[in-house]
Structure formats: structure tokens, C-alpha cells
């Protein structure tokens, strides 16, 4: 069968590459850049506990430990006062909160670009092309072909494409679907320097800050990096105004001033080069600015956008092809590994046993969904938190001061509806069985990281297993202090074995001690990508094979609409109060089906066959190998019965589609001009 081919060689397009490759997927890169990652300190990645143990387990881990930081806190302060401390290390003497459970990992993201790249160099099943630019993409009912532009520059033939080329997407062109939603929602001005700041290790959110003049606009975050570095992020007034080298170096003084402790009268006349000792007046106070590197600048432009599509015929969009987020706190390279998550292990399945319609597209309906959910709760929040009347907000929330900290650190921690992972309660891959044992973790919803002994007696975390296939994970309290050739024939033991295996599909058991909520002698099942299926009591071999079946989206009979997965808000366009432009218009005509082939533009000029999601097309005679480049002479075209183009724009507008892409240009100039220049967009922070 065909390689997979994956349009985009960023962190995204990486991770998926790796996940196909560890299930025994061949898989095609294809690179447009020279494969060389520039080293931006500025252009970091946050990655949350989910996303930083699937990086992890695609052979990071080394890198997230080096290159990254898990901080031991995170602060919000207003003003001059501190609002709220979240602890991570171990709570401390002086009675600080309670510590969570995992703090994220924070790494520049050139770092984790090149431990992708360097792990997927090492597969035998991968193949990355760099120099090759995406021109023309053409489907039937056996795969698809891609032609590259370049030195490397021919036609290759897969058996599905993924979509992983940021957010002026190629691909997304090519396949004539709409990308709506907001241009420029927040900006920031960002820097890398290497400083000592009051509280090491910890993360800051300082809103409304003294120096800044304390207006409900003003904002900055403070997050640790490795090696004593830190990155810090100004929220701008909206507008376009450049940000001008000596207006950045005047807010990096001021914060940096602002936050170290008062320094003695005589330090006014104290004078050093600029960044170290140099004194900043205000409010009858003196400070010092403590001595600073600044390595790297930048602006970093925050869109809301939403493609209508990700999955056409046997081509996805992933990452920021799919989806720009990023207000609030929300991260889109968060988002981007889960896209790649989900998808993987599904187009895994489909490559070595074939796939039914239901499971692919849940990847659209599962994805798409929990990031419209993403979207449209950083919306509703948005104009709440930046329009300062507190009147408004008390209407929504009471405690103004609170209820405004609690949901900006929530974004930014990985919490609440801004950042929590996703829940897929109403996938179309839901089992039949229900009324099950009730743990703490819903269905749909990702598992707790315990500790679990696999079949060889090995004691590893739950999410170090995931990614190879099911898991029937047993609750057997007392099975730690026992050795593992007793209880591996013992009680449940055997009936499990026998029903695992059976299941359709591969699979494995785990043993735990305890998870939270669940009784002894519940089994979990889990989805390759950590989610729960279902909890059983005791062994239920029908049962679980029904819940298999439900997996690999062969229960149902019919295909599956997601018009309806958005929620009953984003259906009715509720969500456009709030400027959601990706609300109704996002889910006009989904759930339609190409009924044959048709024409879209490409980039170029050159003119590309997209097959819609239903009816392929049926070319033939296609002289393309199997994970081989294709020379064009080599290649004879087929002929393909006439088929009406799809319908992409469902009820939009004849004129509304000159502003799909506004603000995402390729000549768009950077708002910032100090040391070095760059656009940031939500995969690049």
C-alpha cells in the first residue's frame, strides 16, 4: 500500500509523521524549507500534560527534560497585590496553595523541532523531502497524488495526504475549503532575555501593572525558560501601530524595574550600559533595572479562524491549516499534537486493516468539535476581560477581580474551557455499552496517568502505553505485593486474557492498584489516544468486543454528520454575538457529501482535481509506485467522469469569500522592528 504523505515539516506535521511511523505507517514529508530550524528564543511552545507526554513518547523525551522547564508556580498579580499563587513543587511552609497536579512544560520551539526532526531521521519507514513545494493535489478511490515544485521538484503517490502546512495553507487551497473567522483578535509583543527575576522557576500573569500606567488593558506574563532565560509577552492596544525598538526596550525596563525590589536613594545616580543598573523613577520610588541579555524580539498576532472542513475524500488538515487560537492563553500547538494524536492512530487502522467511513471522519467531528468548543469560549470571554467594565462582568461572574485572574490563569494552565483537554462525549466512535461503573473520568474523556504493571511485570506510567492500541486496564488492589506469575492466573486473569484476546483489534491488558473512583474489579478500556471508551464491571467479553467495534467505527451502519457536533449554540450562530465568525457560517453545508470530482484553484496558477469526502473519482492508469516519485513524463492521466464541484460555501454569500484569509497574507509586514523581526501565529508560540 501507498505511503502517507504529510505536507508540512513543522512540530505538527513531525509528531504525526513519528506516531504513523511507530504504527508501521510509511510516510512521505514533504518540506518546503531547507530543513534548517532558525533558533528564535522568542517563538516558544507550551505543552500541557497530555501533549508533552505524547511529544515524549515519540522519542522527546530527552529534549522536554534539557531544553524545557516545568515551572514550580504561577502567580497573577493586579496591580501591586497578588491574586493568586497555583503551586506545583511540594506546598511550602508559608502555607501556599495547594500544588497541582502537573505543571506544563515550557521550551523554545525550535528545540522540539529538532528532536522531532532527529527522531523521524531515524525511522526506516519515513522519507523527508525538503525543497518541495506543494502545487497540485489530485484524489480517486485508491489514493492520492501530489505534485511538488522544486529541486526536488515531481509527482508522488500516497494512500491519504495530511495537511500539516500552517496557517496559508497549500493544502487548504488546494481543496477549495474556507478558513473563516477572526484576523488580528489579540497582539503581543514578545521577548527573550536572560535576566534573574524575584521568584525563580515560577510563571507570572501581571495584569494592570503600576509602571504601565494601570489601566484595565495592561498586561504582561513572565514564563521561565531553561538556562536563567524568560519570555515575556505585552498585551498591545488593538491597532496596528509599529512597535518600535526603543518603545520595546522602554517596556522591558519598566517591567523588569517594576518587579525588582526598591532600591536605596543614592542608586539615582548609579549609571550602566543599557539592559544593567540603569535607575527608573516613579511614584517617589527608585528602582533599578536589574541587569538583562535580550536575545530575541518579535510580535506575536493572535487569529481565531476555523476551517470549515478537515477531512476531504483521503486529505486532512491538521494544526494550524485546520485552526488559529491562541487568546487567553489557549496554546495552538497544544491543539496541533492532539490533531496529530487523533488522527494517527485512526489512519493507522485504516492503512493495515482498512477503514470505514465512520472512523475517519471522526477525526473531524471529535477534533473540529472540541476546537470550535476552544474558540467560542475565548470569544465569549474576550470582550469581559479586555473592555474593563466591571459592571458587565459582575453579571456573568460575581468577584470581579477573581473571577477575571481565575479565568486567565485557567487558559494559560491547561484549565476550565479555555485550556482543559478535550472530552469527545459525543463522538461517533461511542460504544453501544453504557451504565457501566461510574469513575472520576467521564467517558470520552482522558485518563489519569497511574501507575500500571504490563504483562513482562514492568511497572510504567498509563500514558507510556498509549499509542500502540486498546487497553484494558484492571482495577486489582492487592496485585503489587503479590508476584506477577500468581496473579496473572488467578481470578479475573484468565477471562480477560481470552476476551482481549479476541477483541477485533489489537490490544493489552494493564493492571492498577487503584484509579480514582473506580471499585475493584472495574476494567477501563482505552482508546489508543488515551480516552476513555468505557468501564466494565468485571470481564464482559461481548461487551468489550462491541466496544472494539465502536473503536474502529465499524458498529454503526451509517456514516455520521457532524453538523451536529458543534453544539446547539454554535449551530444556531449564537456564538457571532461575540464576533464568531466561524459560528453558523462554520456548519452551513457540513455533513454534505462530494458527489463527484471538481476543479479547485491551486497556488501557482496551477489548477488541482479535489475529490470531495464521499464519491471518488475515478481516474485510472496512473503509473505511480508506491512510496516512489514519479517523473511527469512517466505519468498517464486518466479520465474521470464529470462531476459538479461541491458546494464548500453551504450558505455563505457569493462576496464573503474575499475575507476568508484577511490579515494571513504572505507580504504582511511584522508590527515590530527592533532586533530581529517576525510574525508569530498560534503553532509558533
Not at 381 to 386: D, E, K, M, N
Not at 601 to 623: I, K
Not at 628 to 649: C, I, T, Y
Request: charged share 25%; proline share 7%; glycine share 14%.
Amino acid at each position: 500500500m501507498d505511503p502517507v504523505i504529510v505536507v508540512g515539516a513543522g512540530p505538527v506535521g513531525l509528531s504525526l509523521s513519528l506516531a504513523l511511523t511507530r504504527l508501521g505507517v510509511p510516510c512521505v514529508v514533504l518540506d518546503e524549507s531547507t530543513g534548517q530550524e532558525d533558533t528564535r528564543p522568542a517563538r516558544t511552545a507550551v505543552l500541557r500534560q497530555d501533549t508533552a507526554a505524547f511529544v515524549g513518547r515519540l522519542g522527546c523525551a530527552d529534549t522536554l527534560e534539557s531544553a524545557g522547564t516545568r515551572w514550580t508556580a504561577w502567580r497573577t498579580m493586579r496591580r501591586r497585590r497578588l491574586v493568586e499563587r497555583v503551586a506545583f513543587a511540594p506546598q511550602s511552609p508559608d502555607g501556599a496553595a495547594a500544588p497541582a497536579a502537573e505543571p506544563p512544560v515550557h521550551l523554545p520551539q525550535h528545540a522540539l523541532t529538532r528532536a522531532l526532526r532527529a527522531a523521524l531521521a531515524r525511522e526506516k519507514l519515513a522519507e523527508v523531502v525538503t525543497d518541495s513545494r506543494l502545487a497540485a493535489l489530485e484524489q480517486d478511490e485508491h489514493g492520492v497524488s501530489a505534485q511538488t515544485r522544486g529541486p526536488n521538484g515531481t509527482w508522488w503517490r500516497g494512500s491519504y495526504l495530511i495537511g500539516c502546512d500552517g496557517p496559508r495553507s497549500t493544502v487548504r487551497k488546494l481543496l477549495d475549503v474556507r478558513f473563516p473567522g477572526r484576523t488580528a483578535v489579540e497582539r503581543h509583543a514578545v521577548a527573550a532575555l536572560r535576566c534573574e527575576l524575584p521568584w525563580p522557576g515560577e510563571a507570572l500573569l501581571h495584569r494592570s501593572p503600576p509602571r504601565h500606567g494601570g489601566g484595565p488593558g495592561n498586561e504582561v506574563s513572565a514564563r521561565p525558560l531553561a538556562d536563567g532565560v524568560w519570555r515575556l509577552d505585552w498585551l498591545l492596544p488593538p491597532g496596528r501601530e509599529l512597535v518600535t525598538p526603543d518603545a520595546l526596550v522602554a517596556r522591558i525596563r519598566d517591567s523588569l524595574a517594576g518587579w525588582t525590589t526598591e532600591s536605596p536613594a543614592d542608586a539615582a545616580g548609579e549609571s550602566g550600559p543599557d539592559g544593567g543598573g540603569a535607575p527608573v523613577r516613579g511614584r517617589g520610588h527608585t528602582r533599578l533595572v536589574p541587569p538583562y541579555d535580550l536575545l530575541d524580539t518579535g510580535v506575536h498576532t493572535v487569529h481565531h479562524r476555523l476551517a470549515r472542513r478537515w477531512r476531504q475524500g483521503r486529505a486532512f488538515l491538521a494544526g494550524d491549516a485546520a485552526h488559529l487560537l491562541g487568546a487567553l492563553g489557549t496554546q495552538g500547538l497544544d491543539e496541533g499534537l492532539r490533531d496529530a494524536e487523533n488522527l494517527a492512530w485512526k489512519l493507522g487502522l485504516a492503512w493495515h486493516h482498512g477503514a470505514s467511513e465512520v472512523l475517519l471522519d471522526s477525526y473531524q467531528a471529535e477534533r473540529r468539535g472540541a476546537v470550535a468548543a476552544r474558540l467560542r469560549a475565548a470569544d465569549q470571554a474576550l470582550p469581559l476581560l479586555r473592555d474593563g467594565r466591571s459592571a458587565r462582568w459582575r453579571t456573568v461572574l460575581p468577584g470581579t477581580v477573581r473571577g477575571r485572574s481565575t479565568l486567565l490563569t485557567d487558559g494559560h494552565l491547561g484549565r476550565g474551557p479555555l485550556g482543559a483537554p478535550p472530552v469527545y462525549a459525543r463522538t461517533p466512535l461511542a460504544p453501544p455499552v453504557t451504565g457501566g461503573p461510574v469513575v472520576e473520568t467521564l467517558p470520552g474523556a482522558a485518563v489519569t496517568d497511574v501507575p500500571v504493571t504490563a504483562s513482562d511485570g514492568s511497572v510504567v506510567r498509563l500514558h507510556d502505553r498509549l499509542g500502540r492500541g486498546l487497553l484494558a486496564v484492571l482495577v486489582a488492589p492487592g496485585t503489587g505485593v503479590w508476584d506477577r506469575r500468581h496473579w496473572q492466573s488467578a481470578g479475573l486473569m484468565p477471562r480477560l486474557s481470552d476476551a482481549v484476546e479476541a477483541l477485533p483489534m489489537a490490544a493489552e491488558i494493564l493492571v492498577t492498584e487503584a484509579y480514582p473512583g473506580a471499585a475493584a474489579h472495574t476494567v477501563l478500556l482505552v482508546r489508543p489516544d488515551g480516552h476513555l471508551v468505557t468501564t466494565l464491571s468485571g470481564v464482559r467479553p461481548a461487551e468489550m468486543a462491541a466496544c472494539a467495534n465502536a473503536v474502529r467505527g465499524r458498529a454503526q451502519g451509517g456514516e455520521y454528520d457532524d453538523g451536529e457536533y458543534g453544539g446547539d449554540e454554535y449551530r444556531s450562530g449564537r456564538g457571532k454575538e461575540h464576533g464568531n465568525e466561524y459560528g453558523q457560517e462554520a456548519l452551513a453545508g457540513q455533513g454534505r457529501r462530494a458527489e463527484g470530482s471538481g476543479e479547485a484553484g491551486g497556488s501557482d496558477g496551477v489548477r488541482s482535481e479535489a475529490v470531495g469526502s464521499g464519491e471518488a473519482g475515478r481516474g485510472e492508469g496512473r503509473s505511480m509506485k508506491s512510496g516512489q516519485r514519479v517523473e511527469p513524463g512517466q505519468r498517464e492521466r486518466g479520465s474521470q467522469e464529470d462531476g459538479r464541484k461541491e458546494d464548500l460555501l453551504g450558505d455563505a454569500g457569493p462576496g464573503e469569500r474575499g475575507s476568508d484569509e484577511a490579515g494571513i497574507k504572505e507580504d504582511e509586514p511584522s508590527a515590530v522592528d527592533p532586533v530581529r523581526t517576525s510574525m508569530f501565529h498560534s503553532e509558533d508560540d
